[in-house]
């Protein structure tokens, strides 16, 4: 019994407790608000899940600012009508939407060879497609939905990106990696031994762990390729907690409450997207300036976990290894 009320019952209440702080620290801070960036003209953006929500927003302004933007995101329906809408208001809009399951492996590599195939440049990607608190279940590769989706296939769409990352930037002009975080990460936890939730399934724990992956693999990588010297840059940003489709699983009581309190506290998914375009697009965060955790349009600090040198390469190698990687 209590075992379980750790693994299963406390981090929901670490989850709902740390949500409630970051909605009063929203309802006493001004919401940044995105400064004018400069033209992207010629330049490739993929953004995940840009089907709605934040994505949306990023995909919009982008294409708003130029950029040829693909959409990568599993629903086809929803990706078309989020093309059509941005073209109603863009008519010469470069926008295009491409399927992609971040819970198929094999969709990732479908996705990443029809993208090579096109021998287009890429300046940006937003890692910003996402699940929260669904119930347990496994991808089609066998992995916990949350560490799959929210961790696995963008750490392998990444992976599989870099040279044409690396190849599209220049020492003044770095392409960028965006990895869309959460403040959940905080109370997240890594276990090597058991990424798959094994033990005690938590979907609370899951989402918060696989954030904390996602943040551990911007930093690990952003380390690789300073090491290389490659001008790309990498970071993660968390959005806040915006009124999305993303918490139609939170607990009962709080759904059935959610449309109240998103109208008083959550950020519009217009104000998310605000800090995800400004990592993106400033040219304030050329190059290494960009690397970190940004929030609300500041770089912040992280839990001490994150500062574990160890802990990333593991997270890193382990990542390498079970998706078959060289």
């Known amino acids: 019994m209590f075992t379980f009320l750790r693994c299963c019952i406390l981090p929901a209440l670490k989850l709902y407790l740390l949500g409630a702080k970051v909605l009063l620290g929203q309802l006493f801070n001004k919401t940044f608000k995105l400064p004018e960036m400069p033209q992207q003209e010629g330049k490739v953006a993929i953004v995940t899940g840009g089907g709605r929500g934040i994505g949306f927003e990023v995909a919009l302004h982008l294409a708003r600012l130029g950029a040829h933007v ?66 347990e279940g496994r991808t089609e590769d066998g992995y916990e939905l949350h560490f799959g989706v929210n961790y696995l296939g963008h750490f392998l769409l990444t992976w599989l990106l870099l040279d ?97 309190i998103a109208q008083l506290l959550f950020w519009t998914p217009k104000e998310g997207a605000s800090t995800v375009l400004y990592a993106a697009l400033s040219p304030a965060l050329e190059g290494e300036h960009a690397q970190g955790y940004w929030a609300n349009g500041r770089r912040q600090m992280t839990s001490p976990l994150t500062f574990d040198p160890q802990l990333q390469q593991d997270l890193w190698e382990t990542s390498v290894r079970l998706l078959g990687l060289q």
């Not at 926008?95 to 198929?104: A, I, Q, R, T």
Request: aromatic share 6%.
């Open 164 to 260: 044409d990352l690396k190849q599209s930037g220049t020492s003044d002009c770095f392409s960028r990696v965006i990895n869309v975080s959460s403040s959940a990460h905080r109370i997240g936890e890594i276990k090597l031994h058991d990424l798959n939730s094994s033990e005690y399934y938590s979907s609370h724990a899951a989402y918060c762990g696989s954030k904390l992956a996602l943040l551990l693999f911007s930093l690990q990588l952003q380390k690789e390729l300073r090491s290389g010297g490659f001008p790309v840059s990498s970071c993660a940003v968390d959005p806040g907690m915006v009124d999305t489709a993303l918490y139609r699983n939170i607990w009962e009581p709080l759904r059935l409450a959610q449309g109240v």
């Open 70 to 135: 693909i959409i990568g995101g599993r629903d086809e329906q929803e990706g078309l009508a989020a093309v059509a809408r941005i073209r109603e208001e863009q008519r010469e809009a470069k926008v295009e939407f491409h399927s992609l399951d971040l819970g198929s492996m094999q969709s990732v590599r479908r996705f990443v060879q029809g993208f090579k195939n096109r021998h287009l440049p890429l300046n940006i990607l937003v890692n910003n497609a996402g699940i929260m608190l669904v119930p």
